[in-house]
């Protein structure tokens, strides 16, 4: 982790938000930047869905004196995923905790990812054994800061809060919160529609009471599903949907936040 400047968690108490699309979209945009080396590390070891949505699927992780090569989208742009070691994409993963807090550790001390810029890390739903071993093995290193995902809706924003709560205990910086799915236009008609209602004034409310910042909205878009499955990047295949420039703005937001805040190894380079 010495190599990487700047550790970036994508977490949500709620299945199902959309966290590893944020995640893969949030790499994609960042490495729009040639000179710009990100790594992505899904950490959801039931239910890897990144190599798919990187269009990875299939890809083998090959070993080397360094460690575990990442398998690469761009030269620029590495990927490294439980899913990678799976016979099959439909085999499922039945381990209990100490084995996958043994893979989180293997992933973050054994992957050469060589100098990187950003580790944007994918999490699974929830406050348990994953997340724990992730702040436990980078509490040395830093986090930079998290962003939490949510939709709209209250049945959300409940288990939301609790991963915010979550944040706060373990010291983890919050960049701030996205909702996701906020709302549908139709394409046609150009009318917009609220699939998820805000009943309790959705993700901007919730910002408000927790003086937390709302990094954005993205609205729903078909095409983001139909991108995912094809694995390939929807901010290239969409570049004017509201959606695009709603992740453009994010994207523009986390960077900068992280530049706000140096990474822990460029603090030690400038009091040496």
Same mark, same amino acid.
């Given at each position: ?48 869905? %990144? ?9 083998? %992780? ?10 690469? %989208? ?60 992730? %702040? ?137």
């Amino acid at each position: 982790m010495k190599t990487v400047k700047h550790k970036i968690l994508v977490l949500s108490g709620k299945g199902g938000v959309g966290k590893s699309t944020l995640s893969a979209h949030l790499a994609h945009g960042l490495a729009e930047d040639e000179n710009t080396q990100v790594a992505l590390l899904d950490i959801d070891i039931c239910g890897p869905s %990144v190599p798919k949505i990187m269009g990875l699927e299939g890809e083998q %992780v090959h070993q080397s004196g360094s460690g575990w090569s990442p398998v690469y %989208v761009e030269d620029n742009l590495g990927v490294m995923s439980v899913g990678f070691l799976l016979s099959s994409p439909d085999d499922a993963v039945i381990w209990r905790g100490p084995r996958k807090n043994g893979m989180i550790k293997q992933f973050l001390r054994d992957v050469d990812w060589g100098e990187v810029d950003y580790l944007i890390v994918d999490t699974p739903p929830g406050t348990s054994d994953e997340h724990l071993s992730v %702040v436990q093995y980078l509490s040395a290193a830093n986090i930079d800061g998290v962003v939490i995902v949510t939709t709209p809706q209250e049945v959300s924003l409940q288990d939301v809060r609790k991963e915010i709560n979550f944040c706060h205990k373990v010291k983890l910086p919050l960049i701030g919160v996205v909702e996701n799915m906020s709302s549908f236009v139709c394409p046609r008609c150009k009318k917009e529609s609220q699939i998820f209602p805000p009943t309790t004034g959705g993700a901007e409310a919730m910002c408000q009471d927790l003086q937390i910042p709302l990094l954005g909205r993205v609205p729903l878009d078909p095409q983001i599903g139909k991108s995912c499955d094809k694995g390939q990047s929807f901010l290239t295949d969409a570049p004017d949907s509201p959606a695009t420039l709603a992740y453009r703005s994010i994207i523009q937001r986390v960077r900068a936040f992280c530049h706000r805040h140096p990474s822990h190894e460029e603090e030690q380079r400038s009091t040496s």
